[in-house]
């Protein structure tokens, strides 16, 4: 039997909005309003409206909060201050990534684990399971929360016409209560465009006077409804991983590149975390012998990569493409691939991309892409 996907609190607006519509993990997402080529721009040049209400938040609280994160993830969550946010992994036994996140510590005790939407209900399975030894509780919020991003260099002032929130002392990856638009919220200064930019948790009855007063706002500066789409363009330009991409159950952290996340002592009695073994196993690996790294590719034509083309060298396969786009800053097809580290150096020669026979020419360049102007 098929499941219709569940609708976010803002369904009424995207579709007043002509918002071309998608099924993902579940939800019925806005993929594009209009042009993704133009949310994209917008969100480069000026500002972008996010809806992110999919992504799934989860609880935790108690005396031994902290301690039971810390056995659960492979960060040291121990040192993440109250106020703060921390980028980390969860894995399992074998140090395979199940899910990448981002806590926030809201309280001594309390924290927000937020989980990408089509692990949630993973991710949540596991805390749970892993709970039991711990005086904490692991709680299910993902119906308390709607998420508006706004993204762009536009957004500091938008919001600061919406907020007396301290937004200047609001460092990234910080995040403090405040009231946006007469709306209570978790003002957060993180993102997955590469821009600055803000994730506001609401609750999801003020989610759509929350919008109303965003865009109404933003538009003056040339702020965008933006979709899944250009969300996807913007992260891969700022060479961010996407779960299913390039991050799998089958790769370690060190696997992808991303060893540093993962904190082999930490500041509580939890430092033999879930994984801990086979990473310390990883870890090892990659300095005597090191897997495939993650590189960046631009091409020399107009032939966009995807997920899953093989990238070769000298007529031999050497790695795979994971995400590849138009890249509308670039004005080239551009692509996150895994190389053998003896192709990964930037600037290397004869490195194709595999596309239905023939092999088209690439450039291999460090990641990301495309950063931002401080």
Wanted: proline share 6%; charged share 25%; net charge negative.
């Amino acid at each position: 039997m098929s499941t219709a996907p569940r609708l976010t609190a803002l369904d009424a607006v995207h579709r007043a909005l002509g918002a071309t519509m998608t099924d993902f993990a579940g939800w019925d997402m806005p993929l594009r309003y209009g042009s993704e080529r133009e949310e994209h721009i917008a969100v480069r040049t000026k500002a972008g409206l996010f809806d992110l209400s999919h992504m799934g938040e989860i609880t935790v609280t108690g005396p031994e909060a902290v301690d039971f994160l810390n056995f659960s993830l492979v960060g040291n969550i121990g040192s993440v201050g109250v106020g703060r946010a921390r980028y980390t992994m969860i894995v399992d036994q074998d140090g395979g990534i199940l899910d990448d996140l981002i806590v926030y510590r809201l309280a001594e005790a309390e924290y927000m684990v937020v989980a990408n939407a089509s692990n949630a209900q993973n991710v949540l399975n596991e805390l749970s399971n892993r709970v039991e030894e711990f005086d904490a509780e692991v709680r299910d919020d993902r119906d308390a929360y709607a998420l508006l991003a706004v993204q762009g260099p536009e957004s500091p002032g938008i919001l600061k016409s919406l907020t007396d929130a301290d937004l200047d002392g609001l460092k990234y990856y910080a995040g403090l209560p405040g009231t946006v638009a007469g709306v209570p919220a978790l003002i957060a200064r993180t993102g997955y465009t590469g821009e600055d930019g803000f994730e506001l948790f609401v609750a999801p009855g003020d989610a759509e006077k929350l919008w109303g007063a965003l865009m109404e706002a933003g538009t003056p500066v040339g702020m965008v409804p933006a979709g899944l789409s250009c969300r996807d363009t913007l992260r891969l330009e700022a060479g961010m991983p996407l779960y299913g991409h390039e991050l799998t159950a089958e790769l370690t952290p060190f696997d992808a590149g991303l060893g540093r996340v993962v904190k082999f002592e930490k500041t509580s009695e939890s430092e033999n975390f879930v994984g801990r073994a086979a990473l310390a196993a990883a870890a090892e690996r990659a300095e005597t012998a090191p897997p495939r790294k993650l590189v960046g590719l631009i091409a020399s034509g107009r032939r966009v990569p995807r997920a899953g083309f093989p990238v070769v060298a000298d007529g031999k396969v050497i790695g795979e493409v994971t995400s590849g786009a138009p890249s509308p800053t670039l004005g080239k097809p551009i692509a996150i691939a895994y190389v053998d580290a003896a192709h990964a150096a930037p600037g290397t020669e004869g490195v194709g991309v595999d596309i239905r026979g023939t092999h088209e020419p690439y450039e291999v360049v460090a990641l990301p892409f495309y950063k931002r102007q401080k």
